[in-house]
């Protein structure tokens, strides 16, 4: 079975700090996606990254950056330089393989809920 | 990118009454949807998952008969919430596989409230 296990539930974090949100999967898949979410108090999910498990190559787009370390199954996110605009609910997910058959499955995180002080 | 609408994004019924919420895949074609239910302040919840076609597939414990699945055409994807209940309260949301890789695209979402 598959699990994503984002251990900070909340987070709290003074303008311009950064900050890492965790996160930690168990699949038992050779293959696998993992994605991170982002969800503004609007409620929409905003997608952020996806990540293919032979990929372990360290991401970064503009003030976020991602870690992908398959030896610790973990897939931690970065925000430098956090800005109020960041306060949203974070949530780390995880695809069993793609089947070929059109479609996916998607596992989530608790979520971790970033908030960040002026 | 592909986008998902749901319709409506608000609703609030009385107790025992049946909600419909529809989701619409507006610019691709989906033969798969699915049904994802987060309760306040926590995670998603996949539901079932929703086949142009065909039956629904339901997760452990969703009741089939409490919550009916109707996958009416390629773009369109209906949740029937019946009979609802206070505890029936919650965030529905949608997605639907697109492009080459099947990524997923979310809806909205449907904030459910009943009285």
């Known amino acids: 079975a598959q699990k994503v296990t984002q251990a900070q539930t909340e987070i709290s974090v003074v303008e311009k700090e950064d900050v890492t949100l965790d996160c930690v999967y168990e699949t038992r898949d050779t293959t696998y996606y993992l994605f991170w979410y982002k969800q503004p108090p609007s409620g929409e999910l905003v997608f952020l990254i996806r990540r293919n498990s032979f990929d372990e190559q360290n991401e970064i787009s503009g003030r976020y950056s991602w870690n992908f370390q398959k030896s610790t199954s973990s897939f931690n996110f970065t925000i430098t330089a956090s800005q109020v605009v960041d306060s949203a609910v974070y949530f780390c997910a995880l695809s069993e393989p793609y089947s070929g058959a059109g479609s996916y499955q998607l596992t989530f995180g608790k979520g971790t809920k970033l908030s960040v002080i002026p | 990118g592909a986008v998902v609408s749901q319709h409506p994004s608000r609703v609030i019924c009385k107790s025992g009454t049946s909600v419909k919420i529809e989701c619409r895949s507006l610019?691709?074609?989906?033969?798969?949807m699915f049904w994802y239910r987060q309760f306040p302040k926590q995670s998603l919840m996949l539901m079932a998952t929703?086949?142009?076609?065909?039956?629904?597939?339901?997760e452990q414990g969703v009741e089939k008969d409490k919550f009916l699945i109707n996958h009416a055409s390629l773009t369109l994807s209906t949740l029937t919430v019946t009979s609802a209940h206070p505890e029936d309260s919650s965030f529905y949301i949608c997605s639907a596989p697109a492009g080459l890789n099947n990524e997923q695209f979310f809806g909205p979402g449907t904030r459910l409230t009943v009285l």
């Open positions: 610019d691709f074609q989906a033969t798969t």
């Open positions: 929703s086949n142009e076609g065909s039956k629904a597939t339901y």
